[in-house]
């Protein structure tokens, strides 16, 4: 079964710096991984996916994430934060299971960006 | 496009009585629908998987016959939590997969459930 890892329950950034949330991930076959904003009592909005091509992908809000396969990690960056980017992000694997297809989530993490 | 909705966005109801939510796909058809359950500062965990005219496939530790999900059209999904109790409360998240799109869901904005 396919698993999803974000290490960090929370991460604190200045705005202005640049931001990197980290997620480790497991699966069987090829991996379809996503990211994912939620804001406070808000649904997930999409950000960006890797399902092929190039190892780095361009998404919503000016955010990027690099697939590295040898080391499984897709970490989610952004080159500069704003305050505005402070919610809670999940990174996210579809894979099969039991036969059809499914969508692991990570646990989130809780980006804060400090004025 | 590809908004879905969620009625209604939070609901209070007594112990041992039954919520219905509503999930529609308001721009686009969705052969598949989603439905997750997330508890305050925890991930969304999957409960259930609809595709429209049959029946849903629930994940393990799902008791279906407390959460009925109807999926009667393409473009709403409904979750009934039947003879709630307090444990029920939780924020209930569903999304759409359109028809023909292989990768994307397509997440409602979440509906709060509060039994007392």
């Known amino acids: 079964a396919q698993s999803v890892a974000q290490p960090e329950d929370q991460v604190n950034v200045a705005e202005g710096n640049p931001l990197t949330v980290k997620c480790t991930y497991s699966?069987?076959?090829?991996?379809?991984l996503f990211w994912y904003v939620q804001y406070p009592n808000r649904g997930l909005q999409f950000l960006l996916k890797?399902?092929?091509?190039?190892?780095l992908v361009k998404g919503s809000y000016g955010f990027e994430a690099e697939f590295n396969k040898s080391q499984t990690s897709f970490h989610l960056k952004k080159p500069s934060a704003l305050v505005s980017d402070s919610a809670l992000y999940f990174c996210?694997?579809?894979?099969?299971?039991?036969?059809?297809?499914?969508?692991?989530f990570g646990t989130g993490t809780k980006l804060q960006v400090i004025p | 496009g590809a908004v879905v909705s969620q009625h209604p966005s939070w609901v209070i109801c007594k112990s041992g009585t039954s919520v219905k939510i509503e999930c529609r796909s308001l721009?686009?058809?969705?052969?598949?629908m989603f439905w997750y359950r997330q508890f305050p500062k925890q991930s969304l965990m999957l409960m259930a998987t609809?595709?429209?005219?049959?029946?849903?496939?629930?994940e393990q530790g799902v008791e279906k016959d407390k959460f009925l999900i109807n999926h009667a059209s393409l473009t709403l999904s409904t979750l009934t939590v039947t003879s709630a109790h307090p444990e029920d409360s939780s924020f209930y998240i569903c999304?759409?997969?359109?028809?023909?799109?292989?990768?994307?869901?397509?997440f409602g904005p979440g509906t709060r459930l509060t039994v007392t």
């Open positions: 699966v069987s076959g090829n991996p379809y």
């Open positions: 999304s759409a997969r359109e028809l023909g799109e292989a990768y994307e869901q397509y």
């Open positions: 996210a694997v579809r894979d099969i299971d039991g036969g059809y297809q499914k969508v692991t």
């Open positions: 609809s595709n429209e005219g049959s029946k849903a496939t629930y």
């Open positions: 890797y399902i092929t091509g190039d190892n």
């Open positions: 721009d686009f058809q969705a052969t598949t």
